[in-house]
């Protein structure tokens, strides 16, 4: 018996699979934010509850093609202050998992991403700075701007341990921790019910003003120790078993080559496109889960 008799599918559904991997791997080294369509997918040709167990593991292969590719990058200040917000979201998360059912489920999480897009929206705007278009040169086109996007930008004038004569910690302010707090038990209570903090976390880097590369390192690491922490609570409620593993070794090769396309797109797109395809991609992620 294959692996598509298996899983009961089609080779037009098997290709929506392939398609949506590709665009994992595209989404770790890119824009971050775009899985959700990937998440919509899985849901959408297999059955709900047994796709998060099959899109886990293609989703830690891309949590480690991204670290390889943006480990210099991340901002571990950040990362220490959001985990420990994001273990009280895991813990909710799984609380509300044993009320409620998929399409409340499915509700609650587009209507939280769209409040977390309009939220940062109005920050940007509040802020009255331009929408991170105004970079030193070179910054978040590839090596040559590493030093300068390594690690933020400005938010509300101020960085992430980025450039001088700035406020170098834009997210250790109160204020700040306020949002790693609010952004942190969401991107765990997302993540847990959905595999869907992505888009979460892809708000509070933006609202905190992180360029190109300190968003792609930081997002990395947070996505990568966060996955694997879940591998357990998965494969103990059966989410993933051998069944589930043939078919990830299956969608695997199409990761591997998103991943590298993203890579290479990701030094043409400038800083102003880069926010606004996330944004856009967090948009039409929750879109599909309020209208699906």
Request: hydrophobic share 55%; charged share 15%.
């Amino acid at each position: 018996m294959n692996m598509m008799t298996l899983w009961h599918i089609s080779g037009w559904e098997f290709a929506a699979l392939a398609l949506a991997a590709l665009l994992v791997g595209f989404s770790k080294t890119a824009v971050s934010g775009a899985n959700t369509v990937s998440l919509a997918v899985f849901a959408a040709v297999l059955p709900a509850r047994a796709s998060t167990g099959v899109l886990l593991p293609l989703l830690i292969a891309g949590d480690i093609l991204a670290v390889l590719t943006y480990r210099r990058h991340a901002h571990w200040p950040t990362l220490w202050r959001l985990f420990p917000a994001v273990g009280v979201g895991v813990v909710l998360g799984t609380l509300f998992l044993v009320r409620a059912g998929d399409g409340i489920v499915r509700t609650s999480i587009g209507a939280i991403l769209l409040l977390m897009t309009g939220i940062t929206l109005w920050r940007r705007r509040a802020a009255g700075r331009p929408k991170s278009g105004s970079e030193p040169e070179g910054a978040g086109d590839g090596e040559a701007g590493a030093e300068g996007a390594a690690d933020g930008g400005s938010a509300g004038g101020g960085s992430v341990d980025g450039e001088a004569g700035t406020d170098r910690s834009a997210v250790s302010t109160r204020a700040g921790r306020t949002a790693a707090g609010a952004y942190g038990v969401l991107g765990g209570f997302t993540t847990m019910v959905a595999n869907a903090g992505g888009p979460v976390m892809s708000m509070y880097l933006l609202s905190a003003g992180f360029r190109k590369l300190g968003f792609l390192g930081t997002s990395a690491f947070f996505f990568l120790i966060v996955n694997v922490s879940k591998v357990p609570f998965s494969a103990a409620l059966g989410l993933i078993d051998g069944h589930s593993l043939l078919l990830d070794a299956a969608l695997l090769v199409f990761v591997v080559p998103g991943a590298f396309i993203g890579k290479w797109a990701v030094n043409r797109i400038n800083q102003q496109l880069f926010d606004r395809l996330v944004v856009a991609a967090t948009i039409v992620g929750a879109l599909e889960l309020l209208l699906s």
